[in-house]
Each structure stands twice: as structure tokens, then as C-alpha cells.
């Protein structure tokens, strides 16, 4: 005999009530646990990993039937913007400002990543990222120059439903340090529609912020974590050479901020705030120039003593990490009853490319160094260091992307003064705006 149908309905009826009762009234002490068991995602294979994204390739996808560029504005057409929000050197950034290089448009624009084959990402839609930044929480960018490009392609994707600031137009003697934000439009015809907190404000909530952030930790804190490791060394009578704790940096300039302050700021419902995710990445300052106390100049074939630069980054970033997830797991001890905890996203970071401005389409494979400029030989291995070390399972809110080689496939995609920056519009960076909105809402 069976069991009848209205048993059926009443048991699964006190199973969806406990389950309900569970995400109520959880403890705080287990809200990874909880969000890890009754995430929606936990029991769906994910769509596209990081690996498989990167394993694509460049694909000729143009925009426009236009063959030349006639003004440097063309770059906002070409580049399949509406225009950008940020005030912010905007012609530098979408490198139409020599025009000597301008028979690098439209081409430059005209390619688009293809992920690998067993990857499926929808299309990206502006208006449906601004909902979910209004309503599910924003993105906290911090890192070099090159996430500062970071922050001004997303004001050109997202433009025009939010508007930048500072004004550089007004004021064009800024300060790298000052915060750069994107707020929501009020004129934007999305306004109406959304769904927002009672929180929520309008002129202060910021849908993305950048903070420039070179080393991820403060001057400060390496200083003290230096001392440490060196008074370490002599202890155990280690082979390795002390170096001066008061001699680690160099004059050179670079800005940064503790890790405190940057959870601090991530964390903080202040004004409004309601930051979702944090996206770093650092990689290109951690230098024998900056950090002079480790150059050797008898290694000149061997990087002038970037050895010591990758061994105490490694440390610098278990601080770090170490340092992120303990704030994180406050946060989500305060905060348990939140459907979707905060998420730090770490970007792999770039080298550039040499002689990039002869190049006029994306390689097929990665190219090795001729004359390895600056570290640029040695950011692979900054990246495995970071890579490996947020492979534990005491990380489980920091994500590492190793995303970086669709950039690494595009010599042709860099501004009009140098070999490192990257050109806003070639859909490098828009890349990494549409895999990290996909990832963080499908994978995690």
C-alpha cells in the first residue's frame, strides 16, 4: 500500500519548515556553514571557472562598418559605449589622444573574447549589472593605475545610469589618493524600477568606488612585518641576509592603506555604504625599486634580488589574507541573517607588453619577454604565490581569478603612452567587469 498523497504534502511540508527555521534562527557562529548549504548555487555545477573563461580566445567582432577613426570622440562608438561617467583623463584612457595612433581604431575595439568551450555566460546587460548593484550591494575596487582603469571602464559600461565623481573637469589637480565613486542617476529610467533598502541613498549609496591601494598593506604594516621576519632570521640563524627595517622602502612614490582600514571601509554601512564585494589585485609595485632594501645589484641577470621581493610577498599576503578573513568572519557573525555574505575577489595581475605600440591584433599564444622591463618576468609567479596561498580552506571568502590571459593575448590594446596601461574599450576590461558580475553571482 502507498502513502498517501496528503502524507506525502505534510512531510514535505515539515521538511521546507525546519530548513526555513534553520536559516531564521542559525546561530552566528555558523553563518559560512549555513550560506554554504543553502546557497542556491551550492547544488549547481558551475556555469564557467575561472580556468576554463581564460582558456578562450580573441575573436573579430566589430562594431562598426567605419574602417578610420576621424576624431578622437569616434573611440566611444568604436568601443560600443553610450560614453563614460568618469571625468577622469577619458581620452587617455581610451588612448584616442595621439593621433598618430589613431590607424590602431576601429580594430582595437572590433575583438571579442570567446571563453571556453565549456563555459556559458549570458550577455552582458548594463541595466541588469546597475539593478544588482542598487540592490544586492556595490563593488569596492582597490588596487594600481591599472584598477583605476578598472573603475573608469565600468563608468563607460554602466554610463548612463550612474554619474562619477570627483569632478576632474573642475578640479583637474586631484590627488591618487582621493576616492573615485559611481552613483546611480538620478535621471537614469532604471530609478523608478528598482527594488531599494530603506538605507539606500540616492546622492551617497556608491554602486563602485576605487581607492588607489598599490601593496594592499601600509607602509606601516610591511615595515613591522620586515622587522619581524629579519629579528626572525637572526634567531634561527638563517642564511638569509638581514636587511635594515628602516631601509625597506625608497623614496619612490606609491599609495596604500592598512588592511584595518580597507575592511573598515568595505564593511561599513556609514552614509549609506553597502559594499557586496572587493575586487584587488597588486602585483606591479612590489619592485626592487620600491622595495630598495632587497636590491642586489650583483643579480643583475636574476632580477636585482626580486627573490627577496616574491619571498616576502608571500608573507605580506598571508597578512593580508590572514587580516580579510578575519574581518569577514566578524562581519557575517554581526550580519548572519544576510542572504549573501560579503565576497573578496582577487584579481590575477598583468605585466605589459614590450614594443606594444607595433602591434595591431591580438597573438594567438603568449610571447615570452625579450628584455624584461621593470618585474613584468616575474608577475606569473606573484600570481601562483597569491594563487596558492588563497587555495587553502581558511580563505573561504577570498577568491583568486586567474582571468589575466585574454589581457596577456592583447599587445595591441594598451594606451598611447606607454606598455602597461590597458586601452579602455578594447574589451579587456569589460571582460573582467562581465566574468567577475558572472562569477560572483553564478559561481560562488
Not at 53 to 81: C, E, H, I, L, V
Not at 251 to 273: A, I
Not at 394 to 400: A, L, T
Amino acid at each position: 500500500m502507498g502513502i498517501r498523497p496528503s502524507f506525502k504534502l505534510l512531510f514535505l511540508g515539515i521538511i521546507l519548515t525546519l530548513t526555513l527555521l534553520f536559516n531564521i534562527y542559525s546561530p552566528p557562529s555558523i553563518p559560512a556553514l549555513q550560506q554554504s548549504i543553502f546557497s542556491p548555487h551550492r547544488w549547481l555545477r558551475p556555469s564557467c571557472a575561472p580556468n576554463d573563461y581564460a582558456a578562450g580566445n580573441w575573436t573579430f567582432n566589430p562594431r562598426t562598418n567605419r574602417t578610420k577613426m576621424t576624431d578622437k570622440t569616434d573611440a566611444f562608438a568604436f568601443s560600443g559605449f553610450e560614453g563614460c561617467a568618469s571625468s577622469r583623463e577619458v581620452f587617455w584612457h581610451l588612448a584616442s589622444d595621439k593621433t598618430e595612433q589613431w590607424d590602431r581604431f576601429p580594430n582595437a575595439q572590433s575583438w571579442t573574447w570567446t571563453p571556453g568551450e565549456r563555459c556559458n555566460i549570458a550577455p552582458f546587460d548594463k541595466e541588469a549589472m546597475v539593478r544588482d548593484l542598487v540592490e544586492e550591494g556595490g563593488w569596492l575596487l582597490l588596487g594600481d593605475s591599472i584598477t583605476e582603469g578598472h573603475f573608469f571602464s565600468l563608468s563607460c559600461m554602466l554610463y548612463p545610469h550612474v554619474r562619477a565623481t570627483p569632478n576632474y573637469i573642475e578640479n583637474p589637480y586631484f590627488d591618487r589618493a582621493w576616492p573615485q565613486h559611481l552613483y546611480l542617476n538620478p535621471d537614469s529610467p532604471l530609478v523608478a524600477t528598482l527594488r531599494t533598502s530603506s538605507s539606500f541613498n540616492i546622492s551617497s549609496t556608491p554602486l563602485v568606488t576605487f581607492r588607489r591601494v598599490d601593496l594592499l598593506l601600509s607602509k606601516d604594516e610591511l615595515v613591522h612585518l620586515h622587522k619581524t621576519q629579519t629579528e626572525l632570521q637572526a634567531d634561527t640563524h638563517s642564511n638569509s641576509t638581514p636587511i635594515s627595517h628602516g631601509n625597506l622602502f625608497s623614496e619612490e612614490q606609491t599609495w596604500s592603506m592598512s588592511v584595518r582600514e580597507s575592511m573598515d571601509l568595505f564593511t561599513s554601512t556609514e552614509e549609506g555604504r553597502n559594499y557586496r564585494t572587493m575586487i584587488v589585485s597588486t602585483g606591479g609595485h612590489w619592485t626592487t625599486t620600491l622595495l630598495s632594501g632587497f636590491r642586489d645589484e650583483s643579480k643583475k641577470d636574476s632580477g636585482y634580488g626580486i627573490d627577496g621581493v616574491l619571498a616576502f610577498f608571500r608573507q605580506g599576503m598571508k597578512q593580508w589574507a590572514d587580516g580579510v578573513q578575519g574581518a569577514l568572519d566578524a562581519d557575517s557573525r554581526t550580519h548572519w541573517r544576510r542572504p549573501r555574505q560579503r565576497q573578496v575577489i582577487v584579481r590575477a595581475y598583468l605585466p605589459g607588453h614590450e614594443d606594444c605600440h607595433s602591434h595591431r591584433e591580438p597573438w594567438t599564444t603568449i610571447q615570452p619577454f625579450k628584455w624584461n622591463w621593470y618585474n613584468w618576468g616575474n608577475i606569473w609567479e606573484f600570481n601562483q604565490i597569491f594563487e596558492s596561498l588563497l587555495s587553502s580552506s581558511k580563505y573561504p571568502s577570498i577568491h583568486f581569478l586567474p582571468i589575466d590571459r585574454p589581457a596577456r593575448l592583447r599587445p595591441d590594446a594598451h594606451s598611447s603612452g606607454d606598455c602597461l596601461h590597458i586601452m579602455v574599450g578594447a574589451n579587456v576590461m569589460e571582460g573582467w567587469s562581465h566574468y567577475i558580475w558572472h562569477y560572483i553571482n553564478k559561481e560562488l
